[in-house]
């Protein structure tokens, strides 16, 4: 039976990410210049500034083999699953390719796509400063993404002017409200929309149009604002940690031995992608945009503040917890990540003093759903107060 309504454009997200190459070439049979990216601290604006539509690369999910001897064994699987993605020219349609300093993982990822996946003419390494928290940091930005433009506009053969500018960051400003208030309906008792579903119209807004994917979040909005509240008593679940793109790991919350519901993801496929914006209106476009990207929630990886060890992410964290007020917090992150996990161990004790059980799920091709299904049911558990 053909889906109406939101349930429709909830289907059609869905279907972009798990079909993102159809999505891509359709894309490419209009005319239009793809990119592929591999951190959110590239600065898709001015892409999409130069007429390129910036598509993120993500992951089938699967244990890589072939990459072995390519990159470390002990690299994650994330990196791994990226790096094979180029090595079997999944994304032959891309036009260029690129990534910004940010971890040693995704750093190699993006060497096995220049080295050996045909790209070393169509690459570009955005240089990011390590640690975000400094007076310097904004114009070492600055100055980088304005390389970035003048790499892009030398690649376009055409300027990249102020207007374009002040336009693709209103478009993308446009796109991150829009998602903030998807997410917000989470907030609610009865929410018209699961968790699950926003995290796949999150995922889809990466490598779509954004003008189109604006659309999109637009009209699902008004049809949900419209829409009745599904009544739940289920246990609410919120997850912080790396980046997750398989959307069955966030099915597997809601399918549960008890009722749950995942009400919020803190991760650089969700919330960590667009839950800031860049100032519009301002004269200096690449100085807007590096303040903009300052004031994202930190990547665990760029996240110290010198002199005092501060993590300004865990602010956020506190925040989303009194927001959206979870029964239960799974700390996610791919096995073998060094910045996630020790992160973990300063924002647990944090989650403890709060009264909020938690759990961590290390993420790897090699895990067994039924592992993490059994983890999470446990968590459950505790928070029901389930006597075994």
């Not at 020219?89 to 796509?113: K, P, Q, R």
């Not at 169509?122 to 304005?146: D, N, V, W």
């Not at 519009?280 to 990547?299: F, Q, S, T, V």
């Not at 944090?350 to 039924?370: F, H």
Request: one cysteine or more; proline letters at 5%.
């Amino acid at each position: 039976m053909e889906k109406k309504g939101s349930d429709a454009i909830i289907e059609r997200f869905r279907h972009i990410t798990e079909n993102t190459p159809e999505y891509a070439r359709s894309l490419k049979a209009k005319g239009r210049l793809l990119a592929g990216y591999m951190c959110t601290h590239v600065p898709e604006e001015i892409l999409y500034a130069a007429g390129i539509v910036p598509l993120r690369i993500l992951t089938s999910h699967e244990s890589q083999a072939m990459t072995r001897g390519y990159i470390h064994e002990t690299y994650c699987s994330f990196s791994h699953d990226c790096a094979y993605q180029g090595l079997q020219g999944n994304y032959d349609y891309l036009d260029l390719v690129v990534t910004s300093s940010s971890c040693i993982h995704m750093g190699e990822a993006f060497n096995v796509w220049v080295r050996f996946a045909g790209f070393q003419d169509r690459s570009y390494l955005m240089q990011y400063p390590h640690i975000i928290h400094t007076k310097p940091a904004g114009g070492f930005m600055t100055e980088s993404f304005a390389q970035f433009k003048e790499f892009v506009e030398k690649l376009t053969k055409k300027p990249v002017t102020d207007n374009d500018l002040e336009d693709a960051i209103k478009v993308y400003n446009h796109n991150r409200r829009l998602l903030k208030r998807l997410w917000e309906f989470l907030r609610h008792d009865k929410p018209p929309i699961t968790g699950p579903e926003v995290a796949a119209a999150t995922l889809a807004s990466q490598v779509m149009d954004k003008q189109e994917c604006n659309g999109m979040l637009k009209q699902l909005i008004e049809r949900l604002e419209a829409a009745p509240g599904k009544a739940t008593l289920a246990v609410r679940l919120m997850v912080t940690g790396g980046a997750c793109d398989d959307l069955g790991i966030f099915d597997l919350m809601e399918q549960l031995s008890y009722d749950a519901s995942l009400i919020f993801i803190d991760s650089c496929t969700a919330a960590r992608y667009f839950w800031f914006e860049v100032p519009e209106g301002r004269p200096d476009k690449l100085m807007a945009l590096a303040e903009g990207y300052i004031g994202k929630i930190p990547c665990p990886a760029k996240d110290t503040v010198p002199g005092t060890g501060e993590k300004k992410r865990f602010r956020f964290v506190q925040q989303f917890i009194e927001d959206f007020k979870p029964d239960g917090v799974v700390f996610l992150y791919q096995r073998f990540c060094s910045p996630q996990p020790m992160d973990v161990v300063a924002l647990k004790p944090i989650v403890d003093k709060l009264g909020i059980p938690s759990t961590e799920l290390e993420l790897d091709t090699t895990v067994q759903k039924a592992h993490i299904r059994a983890q999470l049911d446990a968590l459950v558990e505790v928070i029901k107060g389930v006597t075994p």
